[in-house]
């Protein structure tokens, strides 16, 4: 996200960031190309964001893995939600991996308009 859209590395990182949230990361040998993070809402829900793929690396169907990785986990932890807070113009590709919005409600994250998805699992 910081070379795509200017972000420093600072924003990068908020207050999820740390002990309680958990990341997958694909890598090309030693280089991440893909991530996503996720942390606990409730005994119930996570919120899964930070899904991220380096542009040279897109159309390989690397977020739908990293996305997969991430449920599988969840899955395993005992969660039944997945919330996510998407981008706008990325809402057709949740809703290709099973996610609805959940109102159509449209916010601001940092700079973008974001909308809820979620999905349930398990």
């Not at 809402?91 to 999905?119: A, H, I, P, Q």
Request: with cysteine; charged share 30%.
């Amino acid at each position: 996200m910081n070379r795509q859209h200017h972000i420093s590395l600072r924003e990068e990182f908020d207050e999820h960031d740390g002990e309680g949230s958990q990341y997958i990361v694909l890598l090309d040998e030693e280089y991440p190309v893909a991530t996503c993070r996720f942390y606990e809402l409730d005994e119930n829900t996570v919120l899964l964001g930070r899904v991220v793929v380096l542009p040279e690396y897109r159309g390989k169907h690397l977020g739908a893995r990293v996305i997969s990785e991430a449920e599988q986990w969840i899955a395993e932890l005992g969660y039944t939600e997945i919330l996510i807070d998407a981008r706008l113009e990325a809402t057709g590709f949740y809703e290709k991996l099973g996610y609805s919005r959940s109102d159509n409600k449209v916010f601001k994250s940092w700079k973008f308009d974001c909308t809820r998805m979620m999905k349930r699992i398990g």
